[in-house]
Structure formats: C-alpha cells, structure tokens
C-alpha cells in the first residue's frame, strides 16, 4: 500500500517533505508552540519540553524515514495558495493483511475553523482508498469534539467507544476512545 510523497486538491497541498533542515523544523515548531495549550490534552508528544530537537527528530523519523519503509505517512497540510503550514495529518498505523490505516491529526491554532482538516481527510483517505487501503479509522479521545467533529464532516461512522482504555496524563485520568470508521465501499 503505496502512498505518494504529495497528493492537493484545489484548497490544500499534502507533502511529506524529502528532507529535514532547520528551516522547515523552525516553521513547525513555531506553530506546536502557538498551539501547544491546545494540543496538550489530547496529543501525548505535546508538552512544554517539546524542542526545535523533538521537531527535527519528527521530520526524520516519522515523516522521512516512515515514508521510506512504507509504516506510516506523515503530511504537512498546506495551504495551496498562500503555502502557509496548517498542520499535520498522518496515518500513524498500518494493518497490512486488514488493509487499514488510522489517521491522526493536529492543527494549527490560527488555522483552525477553517475547513482544512475535513479536507485534509478527505484526500488522505481518498488516495489511501485509491492505493490499496479498504478501511480508514480516526480515533480520538471522547472529550475531544473538536477531533470528533473532523470526523463527522468527513463522513466517518462511529463504530464504539472503548471505554476507559487509555490514560490521559494531562488529565490524569482513565479515558474513552471513539472508533470511528470508513470503508472504500462507502465512498465507491
């Protein structure tokens, strides 16, 4: 299940970048940190220690290197006119015989409000359905209706809640994941 390095419609630009330099780790960062607040609830890499080293290892590792051995597909979300970063979409698990990948996703706090992550997943999943994929998951805690409302304009079906099966340290707190859920064959 091959995925290509940059996919856009007529609103936004996927890329994985080919390489991590510090000027691109400096453009990201700049937005974490804008957005940390918001993103510390939910994200367990956010925190106050998150470094321009953390960025670079980011680039590399997640986005570069996953790219290359084919286990996960970091994007940055652009936008297509102004090139401006949005944030990142990313399927951050692969389940190769079930041909299934789970999405995740964070965006920028100017950038929000927008309509760009509901995009962002709609071409995510639309090229990951074209090359190969047969189901698509987004899971967010259940607190999060800023994450569950991405998923509803997208489209997706609320599969279950797992109950109580994960810690959030920020809250410190057992919490509920929400399964949500889409196949090729609803979308074909």
């Known amino acids: 299940m091959d995925m290509p390095q940059i996919m856009e419609n007529d609103d936004?630009?996927?890329?994985?970048?080919?390489?991590?330099?510090?000027?691109?780790?400096?453009?990201?960062y700049a937005e974490v940190t804008d957005t940390i607040e918001l993103l510390k609830?939910?994200?367990?890499?956010a925190k106050d220690t998150y470094s321009l080293?953390?960025?670079m290892k980011f680039l590399k590792g997640q986005c570069i290197e996953r790219f290359?051995?084919?286990?996960?597909?970091?994007?940055?979300?652009?936008?297509?006119?102004?090139?401006q970063f949005c944030g990142v979409i990313d399927i951050v698990r692969i389940e190769e015989?079930?041909?299934?990948?789970?999405?995740g996703y964070w965006l920028a706090k100017k950038m929000q409000g927008r309509g760009y992550m509901t995009k962002a997943v709609?071409?995510?999943?639309?090229?990951?359905?074209?090359?190969?994929?047969?189901?698509?998951?987004?899971?967010?805690?259940?607190?999060?209706p800023n994450s569950a409302n991405v998923a509803k304009r997208a489209g997706y079906h609320l599969?279950?809640?797992l109950r109580k099966d994960r810690w959030n340290p920020y809250y410190k707190r057992f919490a509920d994941t929400n399964v949500w859920s889409k196949l090729r064959s609803d979308v074909e």
């Open 97 to 103: 015989d079930a041909k299934a990948g789970e999405i």
């Open 122 to 144: 709609l071409l995510l999943e639309k090229t990951a359905f074209e090359n190969g994929f047969n189901r698509m998951e987004i899971r967010n805690e259940s607190e999060n």
């Open 159 to 161: 599969d279950g809640v």
């Open 41 to 45: 609830p939910w994200l367990p890499w």
């Open 12 to 28: 936004i630009i996927l890329e994985i970048p080919t390489s991590a330099n510090e000027e691109l780790a400096r453009e990201i």
């Open 68 to 83: 290359k051995d084919k286990s996960g597909y970091a994007y940055l979300i652009r936008d297509k006119k102004t090139r």
């Open 53 to 55: 080293k953390d960025e």
